[in-house]
C-alpha cells in the first residue's frame, strides 16, 4: 500500500495532545454522517475494498474521529499484519493525529478520570463529547499495540503499558456513564446506540483479556486498577454484537478470534465452535467473497476436523484478493498446519517454504517450521526439494529477533531445539519435530477431531518409539528424546479414550524427571495434560493437584508462560464447569 502524500511523516514529534478551545470551523460532517461513512469504509473492507475504503476516509481524517478512528485503524491493522517497519512507522504517526483529532472534540480539560465526577452532571457533556472518549480510548489501544512491536526497549514496553491503563479507566468511565444513562429518554437514539456498541466493545474485550491472564500476573494488575471478568466479557461482547451499530461487526470479529485461535492456544481448548458458527452465518451471506469472513469460515472447518473443506478455503481466500498480501500469509499458515495435521508433508513444506519467502513475521519459526517438515519426509523426497535440513536448522539461531526488548518464546523454542545442529557438533537428529511444534500449537487437539489422523499420528509416534528402543549408539539427548515421544503417543492415546495406556505414557515421562538433560518443558507440559486426563475421568480434585504442581514448582522452561495460561484457563473452567471435558 503507498503512502499517502498527506499522512504525517513518521519521525515527526508527538504533539501534547490537548483540547482547542472550540471545534475548528473546517469540519462540516456532523457525528451521524461520520458514523455512517466510516461504518461504509468497514464494508469496503469486508469486501476485499481496502484502498477503496482508504480514500473515503481520507478527506475528512484530520477533522472528524470516526474517519481518524477508521483510517488509523486499517493502517494498524495492515501494520499488524507485515511487520514491516515502514507500516508500522505509517501507522504510529497515524494514530497520533488521530488522537490530535479525538482529543478536539473531547472536554476541555478532560482527563483520565475525570468522567466519572461527570456522571452525576451528565447534561455537561454531550453527545458528541462522548463518542470522542470512546473514539479516543480505541486509539490509545491502537497506540499501545503498536508500540509493544515498534522498538526493542523497555521504556516503550512500560509507555505502552501507560496508553493501555489510561484506555481502560476511560472505558470505565464511560461504561459508568451508560448506566447512569440507561433509563434517559435519549438512550434510544442512534447516537447513543453507537455509543453503546463502543462501551460493550472495549469493555468486553478488556475483560475477555485480563481474564486469560494467569493469577500472579492479574493480582499485580489489579493493584493498578484493572480487573477481567471471562463472563462479563463474553456476555458483553454477544450483545454488542447485537443490532446494526459500527461496533457490532468488530465485537464479532473479537469473539470469533477468541474461540478460534485464544481459546486453543492460551486456554484449554474450549472455544465455543458452534457459537463461533452462528456469529458467522450472517456475516458469510453478506460477504462471500470477503478474505476476512472466509478466512474464519476455513478456520472453523478446520477446528471441526473437517480438514479438506479447511484446505479450499483458505486457498479460495487466497484468491479473493491481491491487495494485501498479509491475508495470504495467513492463510499460507493455517494451510501448513492443515496439511501437517494430515501428514502430507509435500504440501506442508510447499507453504512453509512460501512464508520463508514472502512472510516477515518470524524467519526463525518459518525455518525452522521447514526444516522440522523436511525432518518428517524421506531422504528421497528431501532431495528433490534441494534444501540442506542441517543448514536450515542451523540458520534459526541467527533469525531470532526481539520484540518489546524481549524474544518471542516459540523463536526461543525454535532456537533450543535447533542448537544440536550446531556447527563443530556431530548433529544428533531431532526426533518428531513437527509434532512436538504442532503440540507447541495446540494441534493435537484439532487432530483430535478426526479419528483417522489420530490413528496415523500414532502409527508415526510408535515408529519413532520402536526406533529410539533399539537404537545401538543411544546419544546425550536420548532420554530427553524419549520422553518426547512418550508425551506425544500419551496425547493420541488421550484423545482416542485409551485413558489407562495415555496415563502410561504420561507416567513414563515424570519418573524420568531427574535423567531429562535439555527438553525440561516436558515435565510440567505432561503434569498439566495428566491433569486434563483425571478431569476427564471425573477426579477434578486430582485435576487440580496436579495443575498446581506444574504451575508452582517449576520456573525457566521453555514456554512458560503458554502453559501457565492455558493452567490458568483449565482451573477456571473445572471451578465454573466441573463436568466439562477438554
Not at 35 to 50: G, H, P, S
Not at 228 to 244: P, V
Not at 365 to 374: D, G, P, S
Request: glycine fraction near 4%; charged fraction near 25%.
Amino acid at each position: 500500500m503507498d503512502v499517502m502524500e498527506d499522512a504525517p511523516r513518521a519521525d515527526d514529534e508527538e504533539r501534547f495532545e490537548d483540547a482547542y478551545e472550540r471545534i475548528p470551523t473546517a469540519c462540516h460532517m456532523d457525528l451521524q454522517s461520520a458514523i455512517r461513512e466510516t461504518q461504509c469504509a468497514l464494508n469496503l473492507v469486508l469486501n476485499n475494498k481496502f484502498s477503496e475504503a482508504l480514500d473515503l476516509l481520507k478527506p475528512w481524517w484530520r477533522d472528524s474521529m470516526y474517519h481518524a478512528l477508521g483510517y488509523s485503524s486499517i493502517l494498524v491493522m495492515q501494520a499488524a499484519m507485515t511487520f514491516e517497519q515502514r507500516d508500522i512507522q505509517m501507522a504510529m504517526a497515524t494514530i497520533k493525529e488521530a488522537l490530535h483529532t479525538c482529543q478536539r472534540f473531547r472536554k476541555k480539560n478532560s482527563v483520565v478520570g475525570s468522567l466519572s465526577g461527570l456522571i452525576n452532571r451528565q447534561s455537561n457533556l454531550q453527545e458528541e463529547e462522548m463518542h470522542a472518549e470512546l473514539c479516543y480510548a480505541e486509539c490509545l489501544l491502537q497506540k499501545a499495540t503498536l508500540t509493544f512491536v515498534q522498538d526493542e526497549n523497555m521504556i516503550s514496553f512500560i509507555k505502552g503499558g501507560i496508553k493501555i491503563r489510561s484506555s481502560y479507566l476511560i472505558y470505565k468511565d464511560c461504561h459508568n456513564l451508560l448506566n447512569a444513562a440507561a433509563n434517559d429518554t435519549d438512550s434510544q437514539s442512534d447516537l447513543h446506540r453507537q455509543f453503546e456498541g463502543g462501551v460493550k466493545l472495549g469493555i468486553g474485550s478488556f475483560n475477555l483479556m485480563l481474564s486469560l491472564l494467569p493469577q500472579r500476573i492479574l493480582r499485580l494488575l489489579e493493584f493498578i486498577g484493572f480487573s477481567g471478568n471471562r463472563e462479563f466479557g463474553l456476555s458483553q461482547l454477544q450483545e454488542g454484537t447485537c443490532g446494526s451499530t459500527l461496533r457490532s461487526i468488530l465485537c464479532t470479529l473479537t469473539l470469533l478470534f477468541y474461540h478460534t485461535y485464544v481459546s486453543l492456544v492460551l486456554g484449554s481448548g474450549e472455544g465455543n465452535v458452534a457459537e463461533a458458527q452462528a456469529l458467522l452465518e450472517p456475516y458469510l451471506l453478506k460477504y462471500p467473497k470477503g478474505a476476512i469472513i472466509q478466512f474464519y469460515s476455513a478456520r472453523l472447518a478446520a477446528l471441526q476436523g473437517r480438514f479438506e473443506k479447511a484446505c479450499l478455503g483458505y486457498q479460495e481466500c487466497v484468491s479473493s484478493q491481491q491487495e494485501w498480501k498479509q491475508i495470504h500469509h495467513l492463510c499460507y499458515w493455517e494451510l501448513m498446519w492443515t496439511h501437517t495435521y494430515q501428514q502430507d508433508w509435500p504440501q506442508a513444506y510447499r507453504y512453509a517454504q512460501l512464508l520463508c519467502r514472502e512472510s516477515r513475521w518470524s524467519k526463525a519459526i518459518y525455518v525452522y517450521q521447514k526444516a522440522a517438515i523436511l525432518s518428517m519426509m524421506s531422504e528421497e523426497d528431501v532431495k528433490k526439494t534441494g534444501e540442506d535440513v542441517l543448514e536450515l536448522f542451523r540458520q534459526v539461531e541467527g533469525l531470532k529477533q526481539r520484540l518489546a526488548g524481549k524474544s518471542i518464546p516459540t523463536e526461543k523454542f525454535a532456537v533450543r531445539k535447533s542448537r544440536r545442529y550446531k556447527a563443530g557438533l556431530v548433529p544428533v537428529p531431532l526426533v518428531l519435530p513437527a509434532l512436538e511444534m504442532m503440540y507447541v500449537w495446540s494441534g493435537f487437539t484439532i487432530v483430535a477431531k478426526r479419528a483417522d489422523c489420530s490413528e496415523a499420528l500414532l502409527v508415526t509416534i510408535e515408529a519413532a518409539e520402536e526406533q529410539l528402543r533399539h537404537d545401538p549408539q543411544p546419544s546425550e539427548f536420548h532420554v530427553d528424546d524419549t520422553c518426547l515421544v512418550q508425551m506425544l503417543k500419551g496425547l493420541c492415546l488421550k484423545h482416542a479414550g485409551r485413558l489407562l495406556q495415555a496415563e502410561l505414557c504420561f507416567t513414563h515421562v515424570l519418573s524420568s524427571e531427574n535423567r531429562i538433560r535439555y527438553d525440561h518443558y516436558l515435565v510440567p507440559f505432561t503434569l498439566y495434560e495428566l491433569a486434563l486426563l483425571y478431569r476427564q475421568q471425573g477426579d477434578d480434585a486430582k485435576a487440580a493437584a496436579f495443575m498446581e504442581n506444574a504451575k508452582s514448582n517449576y520456573k525457566d522452561y521453555s514456554m512458560e508462560s503458554r502453559l501457565h495460561f492455558r493452567i490458568h484457563a483449565a482451573l477456571g473452567s473445572l471451578k465454573s464447569s466441573p463436568a466439562a471435558t477438554p
